[in-house]
């Protein structure tokens, strides 16, 4: 059955880091909700900022520099903004790498045991 990011019952099992190799990179396609401490780890806010503005302006003006889409009070989380090819802001077009790998959200540490469909992804043949 072929890969469709948008409906996990195509998606594969996940076995090893192996299967990222050369993959697509359609974990990277998906929405990407990001706690403060995300934010803060990737270098766009800090806590005399936080603390100082408060979480609606920092909010605002992320929005604004196209970072992040919303922020939802209820669950604390932000969303990523996403590429017109639904690419993550981070991820290399080109490599179809995590740019900031080392500071990535926690949410793309946890990949994929949470998501969608845990212990699945859409793992696809890399298609440059
Ligand atoms: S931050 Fe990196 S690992 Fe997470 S979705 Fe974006 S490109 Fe992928």
Request: with cysteine; net charge positive; glycine share 6%.
């Amino acid at each position: 059955m072929k890969t469709d990011i948008d409906r996990p019952s195509t998606w594969k099992k996940y076995s090893s880091e192996q299967m990222c190799h050369g993959c697509y990179a359609g974990c990277c396609t998906m929405p990407v909700e990001i706690t403060l401490t995300d934010l803060i780890r990737l270098g766009l806010t800090d806590e005399d900022e936080i603390e100082n503005s408060g979480a609606k302006k920092v909010t605002k003006r992320l929005v604004k520099e196209k970072k992040i889409t919303s922020f939802r009070e209820a669950t604390g989380l932000f969303t990523l903004v996403q590429k017109s090819n639904r690419d993550c802001l981070y991820l290399d077009q080109r490599t179809r790498l995590c740019s900031v790998y080392e500071k990535r959200p926690d949410v793309c540490r946890k990949f994929p045991n949470i998501g969608p469909r845990p212990g699945y992804c859409p793992a696809m043949q890399n298609l440059k």
